[in-house]
């Protein structure tokens, strides 16, 4: 296996040992996050001569005999809605073209104490709003298997980043799927931890009830290794879960014994690409082999997801996105002479922000405007209470619920064009965060477009919390699957 | 299944205003249109007997943490003001608030 393909747990190893230096290792995937840029655009901004500096700080560290972590040397891009000190933090929006954080994220900053080397801040929908990385205002990124076709998103840069091996391991977000689905249609792992288990501070909000940070890895032991150091209670996010860190390295390698897999009917449906169901029907049949039990589950309320999540989020992220006025940071818009406060405050948003988020702003402020409130928010966190309650249901008779990430492979750029159409395709990731559950996707198979391969994840879910176990099977389906090239074709 | 929702160019120009987005007049029709469709479908969530349930706003159970009232590290003004638009001495420089008279 190449350099760049293998996982961060074994550049980790490779640099603890003195097999390599993490300054040989950042050089070398400085140089492929380099070339790869002007044909995927995965990255807004690379910091060679920074990641350089902790790179040798990192050997230094190892020549002193000192613990450098896990992760020494590891080189990690970081989604730009994540606060860094280094370059900017504009969550691809023109809004925050120039904005410099004066802080860095609680995440981003345990997995530097933990050795990992930040390397560049990578694209994304704008302001974490969209499916495709193509509402993107430094142009879209590109699926690497086939560039004409969208990595999905909204962390298409880092899903990208992360598949094509361009970084050891790569940070997204996820609101509603926006690792998971990037993750399948990348073919990498993108891993959702339970909302609460990773600190928020940092990550610029968007739907505050359901945004979580999680990694993109070329393994799961990858994923459970940066979701371990990230995890766990912080100061500065009063939602992180008060409760100890299950070790999700402890356990991983051991398979669980009886392991029952729920499979809802609503998630095989017709409506899926036929290439899809079939990959998914084949991981479920090699882990009945191995031992597993597949559980009939029902969830009647999959399909409401959509409804019930598109006045959430966009309800959410009115609120959260009024913050962005033109005064204190962000974008100003020039006034003519007499025009009011009032004035200044409409033009920075609407030249500040894209269509796809002035979209979403006008759909949250609709359905909490008076008269409407009651109608559709109110409603919407009624049948959120439903849909927590149809997961506990499920999970009283299995360990985790399977399940296609995406109903396609990726689509080609435009394929999506009408905004309710790309809102439709989150139906299997919407739920998970409406629910607070932990949720991955790891490649299973490939769906063919002539000569053209086109990766497909296997979507496990699990209870709140359960984080470690969720871990241990998708270890069990990685397995299961020992001949996946995760190595993405030649882009370049 | 998808009904369809009206939505008049009006509404959507006072959903724009409460928004604070000045949208062109232009633009208004295809974002009038857009949002009914979404709206439309949204409008499932009616299909869906809620009665006797409450609302649930956090996926977990969390209770508000207060920290210690104790002073620590904060920014200095410096760091702050580098993404300001606009600073005057130590404040942040804004339009004139208050219409002049006369004009």
Known sequence: MSAPFTDAVSIGEAVRTGATTAEQVTKEFLSRAQKSNASLNAFHEIFESEAMEAARAVDAKVKAGKNPGPLAGVPMAVKDNLATKVGRTTCSSKMLEHYRSPFTATCVERLQAAGAVVIGKTNMDEFAMGSSTEHCAWGPVKNPWDTTRVPGGSSGGSAVAAAAGLCGFSLGSDTGGSIRQPASLCGCVGFKPTYGRVSRYGLVAFGSSLDQVGPFTRSVRDAALTYQVMAGLDDCDSTTADLAVEDPMKDLENPIAGLRVGVPKQYLSDANDAEVNECVNDALQRLQKLGATLVEVDLPLTDIGISTYYVIAPAEASGNLARFDGIRYGHRAALKTGESLDTLYSRSRAEGFGPEVQRRIMLGTYVLSSGYYDAYYGRALRVRRLIKAEFDNAFAKCDVIAGPASPSPAFKFGGMNDPLKMYLCDVYTVNTNIAGLPAISLPIGFAKDGARSLPIGLHLQAPAFADAKLLRAARMVEKLFPDLVRQAPDFS | ?103
Do not use: C, W
């Not at chain 2, 869906?48 to 956090?58: A, C, Q, R």
């Open chain 2, 1 to 103: 299944m998808t009904e369809k929702h009206t939505l008049s160019i009006e509404e959507t120009a006072h959903v724009a205003k409460l928004a604070r987005l000045e949208i062109a007049p232009a633009k208004l029709e295809q974002y009038r249109s857009e949002l009914a469709n979404v709206l439309g479908h949204v409008a499932k969530l009616k299909s869906i007997n809620v009665d006797g349930i409450e609302p649930l706003t956090s996926p977990v159970d969390s209770t508000n943490r207060l920290a210690a009232d104790q002073p620590g590290a904060t920014l200095s003004l410096q760091e702050l003001f580098i993404n300001a638009p606009a600073v005057e001495g130590r404040f942040i420089a804004v339009p004139k608030v208050l219409a002049e008279e006369n004009s």
